[in-house]
Nanobody, 124 residues
Framework: QVQLVESGGGLVQAGGSLRLSCVAS????????MGWFRQAPGTEREFVSA????????YYADSVKGRFSISRDNAKNTLYLQMNSLKPEDTAVYYC?????????????????WGQGTQVTVSS
């Protein structure tokens, strides 16, 4: 059974940093991309960033380019999201997710597996 377990969320002041982690288990993700989405109250879930597990190609939403950095540790089956220069508008529940490379896209409905989410709150 696939499990994605996020951690690292919290409360931080604007301009601060957080690092999210996602430990994956129960599946071989070599032909998958893994990524991060976020959802603020009253909004739709939106793509933040993704990385292809084997080749390491990285993708970012325009709103986080230059501030967020995605990485993965294949040996530990762990995905990371380093978030710097945080803004109040980054406040959301952040979800780790995985999708087969066959259908890889930024639309959340296409993604196969999801974590339970971790809250990130940025105060002004």
């Amino acid at each position: 059974q696939v499990q994605l377990v996020e951690s690292g969320g919290g409360l931080v002041q604007a301009g601060g940093s957080l690092r999210l982690s996602c430990v994956a288990s129960g599946h071989t993700f070599s032909n998958y991309a893994m990524g991060w989405f976020r959802q603020a109250p009253g909004t739709e879930r939106e793509f933040v960033s993704a990385v292809t597990w084997s080749s390491g190609n990285k993708y970012y939403a325009d709103s986080v380019k230059g501030r967020f950095s995605i990485s993965r540790d294949n040996a530990k089956n762990t995905l990371y999201l380093q978030m710097n220069s945080l803004k109040p508008e980054d406040t959301a529940v952040y979800y780790c997710a995985a999708v087969s490379l066959v259908v890889f896209a930024t639309e959340p409905d296409l993604w196969d597996y999801w974590g339970q989410g971790t809250q990130v709150t940025v105060s002004s």
